[in-house]
């Protein structure tokens, strides 16, 4: 579906005087390689079409290979209760756990962010590296020579450098790779590698996101649902309408405003409306209460 869309986009946009000279991919090949095929190999333009990375993906990326690599490793271990049940060797407190892949996913996009504007491939991805060498240093194995430099480094042993003084100990730190396994650590390593490739930073280097895609996306699934068949008469009225309304923008296109209701005025009338549904079942309860005074029912009376 997303191969025939963009071969159709890309097809008929120098009818509409446009030539979409960037594409911007979540990881998927195949959509952009559809479109570089177009004319017999010569690509849709007498120009190539340039292919981008969403740096959202690049980091979501990161966590989904890591969940892979732990879901991989199971085996079967036996429980206090005796029960044998199947279980990642790579779990488990001190281990690889999925609050330690949320953590390196988000640090690993935020160094993209932060540095790619500023930077060429092989400095952005020295410090998109340097998060997995920082997570994974001890006391007898420090790894900060890709870390920040400097007393504002976010490195602390970085910073203690700077300022002359003797850095805290690694094990008085939350590592987040520190406590595993060489085997576990080698394979981690392949997936940085892999995710830091100079083609890949390259394409990461403008800091594009699907962000205004994936909002236009939700309105139109909050009003027709992907999970659930519509008609093509639904499905085109929704993404016509939702279309004009997003482009519109949603101050301007709002109903309220154009009746002449504004904030201040929705404003009250959600508090209004919060406070019956508050009250409403004490008052019930209470009515009920003085209906039947004579109950012989109570709670612990028998």
């Known amino acids: 579906m ?25 990881g998927d090949s195949a959509a952009y390689n559809a479109v570089t095929k177009l004319n017999d190999g010569a690509g849709p333009y007498d120009v190539p079409v340039n292919k981008e990375e969403c740096i959202n ?5 990161l966590g989904s290979q890591l969940r892979s690599l ?16 199947m279980r990642s060797s790579y779990a488990g407190k001190g281990k ?38 920082h997570s994974s240093s001890t006391d007898d194995n420090p790894k900060h020579q890709s870390c920040l430099i400097g007393a504002d480094s976010w490195c602390w042993v970085r910073k203690a450098e700077a300022q002359n003084v003797t850095p805290a100990s690694h094990s008085s730190k939350d ?10 650590l080698a394979e981690i390593l392949k997936i940085y590698i892999d995710l830091t490739s100079p083609e890949l930073m390259r394409r990461c280097m403008k800091q594009r996101t699907q962000n205004s895609n994936e909002s236009l996306h939700s309105k139109i699934w909050l009003q027709c649902s992907k999970e659930k068949f519509a008609s093509m008469n639904r499905v085109r009225m929704i993404a016509q309408g939702t279309a004009l309304n997003h482009n519109f923008g949603h101050v301007e296109g709002n109903l309220p405003r154009a009746l002449g209701a504004g904030t201040p005025q929705l404003l009250k009338v959600l508090r209004t409306a919060k406070k019956a549904v508050n009250n409403f079942r004490p008052k019930q309860k209470a009515k009920r209460s003085s209906a039947d005074p004579d109950a012989s029912y109570g709670a612990g009376n028998f």
Not at 2 to 16: D, F, V, Y
Not at 57 to 61: A, F, G, P
Not at 97 to 124: M, P, Q, V
Not at 175 to 181: F, I, R
């Open 96 to 133: 690889l756990t999925d609050e330690r892949i949320n953590s390196l996913s988000k640090h690993f996009g935020n160094n993209i962010r932060k540095y790619a504007a500023t930077s060429d491939e092989a400095t952005l991805r020295k410090h998109v590296m340097a998060s997995y060498y």
């Open 2 to 26: 997303e191969q025939e869309a963009a071969t159709r986009l890309w097809n008929r946009s120098t009818q509409l005087g446009l030539r979409y000279m960037t594409f911007l991919s979540d």
């Open 70 to 85: 732990k879901a991989k490793s199971k085996e079967v271990v036996t429980t206090k209760a005796g029960k044998q049940v």
């Open 57 to 61: 993906h690049v980091s979501k990326r």
């Open 175 to 184: 590592m987040w790779l520190g406590n595993l396994s060489q085997p576990l």
